[in-house]
């Protein structure tokens, strides 16, 4: 599809810059009145390509709620400090990603296979998971902006994550375990 449009951008995109040169040029009048094909061309495309460009936007979601608070002279209310929410959640993520290097590699390299050491390692990849998607949810869903939409993100994100842990359960003690499925999957 890429490889489709691509010539129909690059043609628009030429067409528009040699409209925009030709008009911005300074040239006499007797040029301005003898129009050579060129320029009548160029003047008819501008106009495909103008009609192109000033056509409907439409977005995917709407615009959120236009809500202003105070006057233009209130100061920005600044929020309560909360330690998780700063730098000591951006050390506890990045302590959790550390801890998921040795923990992927130990089962493989070692040979063994630790049921306590697979638990630990699904553990910290629901972890990790959560965090992550909660980072996401709170970076383009904007708390000031869709109040319940941030809610019901957020809540979502738990049922799934403590979906995603039962069922991360059944299969470390109903079956055969992660890391002896990705050895198994790797196998064949």
């Given at each position: 599809m890429a490889s489709a449009m691509r010539p129909m951008l690059l043609r628009q995109?030429?067409?528009?810059?040699?409209?925009?040169?030709?008009a911005t040029t300074p040239t006499s009048a007797a040029f301005l009145s003898s129009r050579?094909?060129?320029?009548?061309?160029?003047?008819?495309?501008?106009?495909?390509?103008?009609?192109?460009?000033?056509s409907s936007r439409r977005s995917l979601l709407p615009p959120g709620p236009q809500i202003i608070k105070g006057t233009v002279n209130d100061a920005v209310?600044?929020?309560?400090?909360?330690?998780?929410?700063?730098?000591?959640?951006?050390?506890?993520?990045?302590?959790?990603a550390a801890g998921l290097i040795p923990l992927t590699v130990a089962p493989f390299a070692g040979g063994s296979l630790n049921p306590t050491l697979d638990a630990i390692l699904c553990g910290l990849l629901l972890?990790?998971?959560?965090?992550?998607m909660q980072s996401i949810i709170i970076d383009y869903v904007?708390?000031?902006?869709?109040?319940?939409s941030y809610k019901a993100s957020l809540?979502?994100?738990?049922?799934?994550?403590?979906?995603?842990g039962i069922g991360l359960y059944e299969f470390e003690t109903n079956d055969v375990g992660v890391t002896e499925t990705i050895k198994r999957v790797w196998k064949s």
């Open positions: 995109t030429a067409l528009s810059a040699a409209t925009r040169r030709i050579t094909s060129f320029q009548s061309s160029i003047a008819q495309n501008a106009a495909r390509v103008a009609a192109f460009h000033a209310p600044v929020p309560d400090p909360k330690p998780s929410h700063g730098s000591y959640h951006w050390t506890f993520e990045r302590i959790i972890v990790h998971s959560h965090s992550g904007p708390s000031r902006r869709f109040p319940g809540w979502l994100l738990n049922i799934a994550t403590v979906l995603a």
